[in-house]
Nanobody
């Protein structure tokens, strides 16, 4: 089981980035069976919810701090989930982690509901 996150980097405030998370392994043989989420952790802070998407992609949730700026999506044919981040702010600077629920299509904002985690990708937004 592997979740490989990519797409992070350094961007100026107001800019955009798109994160990707590719899932592989037996657990993800039917990727649409797994709800997915993105979380982030800034230095000295706890990991926090960013966005989540149901197995079919029909239900999404967002943290209030990113609503209207970030969009989560998924391509089940490619076993990949995306996070499009627009209008980035310095306070968005963090390590971003993708996460998967094992055998549940239901999206949730709760960190402890996710069973598998990627390695994280750094997003740095300069002012």
């Amino acid at each position: 089981v592997q979740l490989q996150a990519s797409g992070g980097g350094l961007v100026q405030a107001g800019g955009s980035l798109r994160l990707s998370c590719a899932a592989s392994g037996r657990t993800f043989s039917t990727f649409s069976s797994n709800a997915m989420g993105w979380f982030r952790q800034a230095p000295g802070k706890e990991r926090e919810f960013v966005a989540a998407i149901s197995g079919s992609g029909g239900v999404t949730y967002y943290a209030d701090s990113v609503k209207g700026r970030f969009t989560i999506s998924r391509d089940n044919a490619k076993n990949t989930v995306y996070l499009q981040m627009n209008s980035l702010k310095p306070e968005d600077t963090a390590v971003y982690y993708c996460a998967a629920r094992a055998g549940s299509v239901r999206a949730t904002t709760t960190l402890n509901s996710y069973d598998y985690w990627g390695q994280g990708t750094q997003v740095t937004v300069s002012s």
